[in-house]
């Protein structure tokens, strides 16, 4: 018979398709399948629609077998079949969609097509030189078979085929030096496939499978007792599960059912904090099962990890990682999607960045926030577990894209009390302030140990103020994003101003620094450009010096640049940094002393003075030997 060719458009697409669209060949077996479901729909429809089609739904099935020596699959459904004008019309012009003719032509919105003959059908070529298509419609009584060997075109001829349905039959190229398809006539494998792939496929797909176990021979040992070894036989057996646990009923299934697929599916040990579960309709249909993880992987907080949610059309998996349905704030999150609704370019793997996504994005997003909130709230142990893990990424959160995501994420927040000695939200910590405090006072260190022993802490404890310990890398970003909470300003103890001080007061201490003016220039010069400034402290009781800055860059921001592996030290951003010292602390009097009598010795004095202060905000000495001579050479 003349062979046919494809459209020069279609020709293009082909080898378009087969070269670069698709990533993962394995995704041949996906399409065929979902193609087999439509087949079986359409006909279950057709029986519903007409009483006199003999057709029972527990007949309905898809089988795939495995011939080793033939290299061939073969996918087989018993559903609606082609005619011989259907074979031309939807595998001569790729990607046509006979799916999607067929959904325009029916009003229900019971049948869910999820595959199409066109581009997903022509996949099979990424594994195969020649697809063979044996197909009989139902209702008639000529099969008809159509045959390619790629975009040099193809063939129909009638056939004998002794029920409806169809066969795909794939023959899998031979190896090469780049590609090993014979891992494709594997029975594990396309096991395995089907499992990863088209598990909850509605409808049962066979395979014969080799199943083992230990039997009696009928002869005895030397005991007696009976002897036993492992046959092996083949048994039909049905790979998929059909029904996904997220499109049961909530009544049938319970949390710890859910908490056990989460740990089976995601391969976690530890049970999840929430399961939250989504069932929306309207203008966009999906069904969602999430959960927010107790411990965060290993790979977490690396270039490593891949976030996303599983993506699934009508029970067939689109994509393992979606992140464009899980807003990167909350990348913790873990579990499926599935939608009927969702729009796909020429290949499932190529999703459109469309309406539909973002609608899904958006209402998840407030799902995971609403839950977040209900775990804070009502099971605050189990928030501060989950908090431990992803405390952090919540707080990237807010500091990502200029603080977009700051209203969403502020109330879900905890830092450490100093008053309450334990973690508080920003809400708690202002229900807490008493009368006249107008400013939410915080403290960074290196570790909360440290953020609590600064010196710069005394001035606001005096007033019986609360303070909140910072010791993470990303805390002091966090805080100067939201810059505010409730109105309320957020305020640095090692910041040049805290506000607590009388108009009367800061003009004595003008006075003061102004009467001292000579010993702190005399400080300044010996320092040179080491600090911006050198000024008496207001905010010091007890301790002889402290360091501050002015400006928008704090110390422990300068230390989390200079962190960056392979920064340029000359390039990093600087602190202002400010020499506050103590003018009642009994070491000023002396340094008073020796400046007016032995200045070289002052100088030295004033050197050790700025070490100490770096000392006490954790800050590196340049060079520790030559301050550890100054200190010695002050004896």
Same mark, same amino acid.
């Given at each position: ?41 359409? !006909? ?13 739904? =527990? ?10 020596? #033939? ?16 074979? $031309? ?33 022509? @996949? ?136 056990? *697929? ?11 904090? @929430?399961?939250?579960?989504?069932? #929306? ?62 729009? !796909? ?16 994005? @958006? ?30 990424? !919540? ?23 100093? $008053? ?24 960074? #260190? ?56 009388? =108009? ?102 004033? =050197? ?23 200190? *010695?050479?002050?004896?």
């Amino acid at each position: 018979m003349a062979k046919k060719q494809f459209k020069t458009e279609s020709k293009q697409l082909l080898n378009l398709m087969i070269n670069s669209i698709y990533t993962h060949r394995e995704i041949f077996l996906r399409e065929i399948i979902s193609n087999a479901s439509d087949a079986i729909d359409k !006909l279950l429809y057709k029986s519903i629609t007409e009483p006199d089609v003999p057709v029972s739904r =527990e007949d309905l099935k898809i089988s795939v077998s495995i011939d080793k020596d #033939a290299r061939t699959i073969t996918v087989s459904d018993n559903g609606i079949g082609m005619s011989k004008e259907d074979l $031309d019309t939807n595998l001569g012009v790729i990607a046509h969609s006979g799916s999607s003719e067929f959904k325009k032509g029916i009003e229900s919105n019971d049948v869910d097509i999820i595959g199409q003959f066109g581009v997903g059908f022509y @996949s099979a070529f990424l594994v195969s030189d020649k697809v063979t298509v044996r197909t009989k419609a139902y209702g008639s009584d000529q099969a008809y078979q159509w045959t390619s060997e790629g975009s040099d075109g193809y063939s129909i001829k009638e056939c004998e085929k002794d029920s409806w349905g169809t066969d795909v039959i794939m023959h899998i190229r031979e190896d090469n030096e780049e590609e090993d398809y014979s891992e494709y006539l594997s029975s594990y494998m396309i096991e395995d496939l089907i499992k990863k792939y088209s598990d909850y496929v509605r409808w049962p797909i066979h395979m014969m499978l080799e199943k083992g176990a230990m039997e009696e021979t009928g002869e005895k040992d030397e005991n007696g007792e009976p002897k036993k070894e492992w046959r092996t036989h083949v048994e039909d057996t049905v790979v998929n599960s059909m029904v996904p646990i997220w499109q049961r009923p909530k009544k049938d299934v319970s949390d710890d059912d859910c908490k056990a *697929f989460y740990k089976e599916k995601f391969h976690d040990f530890e049970d999840p904090v @929430s399961v939250i579960r989504v069932n #929306a309709e309207g203008a966009v249909s999906y069904k969602a099962m999430l959960f927010v993880p107790k411990v965060a992987p290993y790979n977490f907080y690396s270039r490593d990890f891949e976030p996303g949610l599983q993506l699934y059309s009508s029970g067939v998996l689109i994509m393992d990682k979606c992140k464009d349905v899980l807003p990167d704030c909350f990348r913790f999150v873990r579990g499926i999607v599935d939608s009927p609704d969702i729009s !796909l370019n020429i290949s499932r793997e190529m999703l459109q960045h469309d309406r539909q996504l973002q609608m899904i994005k @958006s209402n998840l997003e407030k799902k995971i926030k609403a839950e977040l909130s209900r775990l804070l709230k009502d099971d605050r142990e189990s928030y501060e577990a989950f908090y431990k893990s992803f405390g952090p990424q !919540l707080k990237y959160g807010v500091v990502d894209g200029f603080g977009a995501n700051a209203e969403l994420l502020k109330d879900l927040i905890m830092l450490h009390s100093y $008053d309450m000695d334990k973690l508080v939200t920003f809400k708690e910590y202002v229900e807490a302030m008493p009368n006249g405090q107008d400013r939410i006072y915080y403290a960074s #260190a290196d570790s909360i140990a440290r953020a609590k022993q600064l010196p710069q802490n005394e001035q606001i404890r005096e007033k019986g103020y609360d303070i909140l310990l910072m010791s993470e890398e990303v805390d002091d970003f966090m805080i100067r994003t939201l810059r505010s909470y409730e109105e309320k300003q957020f305020c640095d103890v090692t910041g040049s101003d805290l506000g607590l001080e009388t =108009e009367e007061e800061k003009k004595e201490s003008d006075a003061k620094e102004e009467s001292e003016k000579e010993t702190l220039d005399f400080i300044k010069d010996a320092l040179g450009d080491k600090v911006e400034k050198v000024r008496l402290s207001r905010k010091l009781k007890s301790h002889a010096v402290c360091l501050t800055t002015d400006g928008e860059i704090s110390l422990e921001m300068e230390k989390y640049f200079a962190s960056v592996p392979g920064t340029d030290m000359g390039d990093i951003p600087k602190a202002k940094r400010v020499l506050e010292i103590n003018a009642d602390h009994p070491i000023y009097q002396v340094l008073k002393d020796t400046i007016a009598n032995d200045k070289e010795k002052a100088k030295t004095m004033a =050197e050790v003075m700025y070490g100490q202060a770096l000392l006490i905000a954790g800050m590196p000495i340049d060079d520790v030997l030559d301050y550890s001579d100054k200190v *010695f050479g002050l004896f």
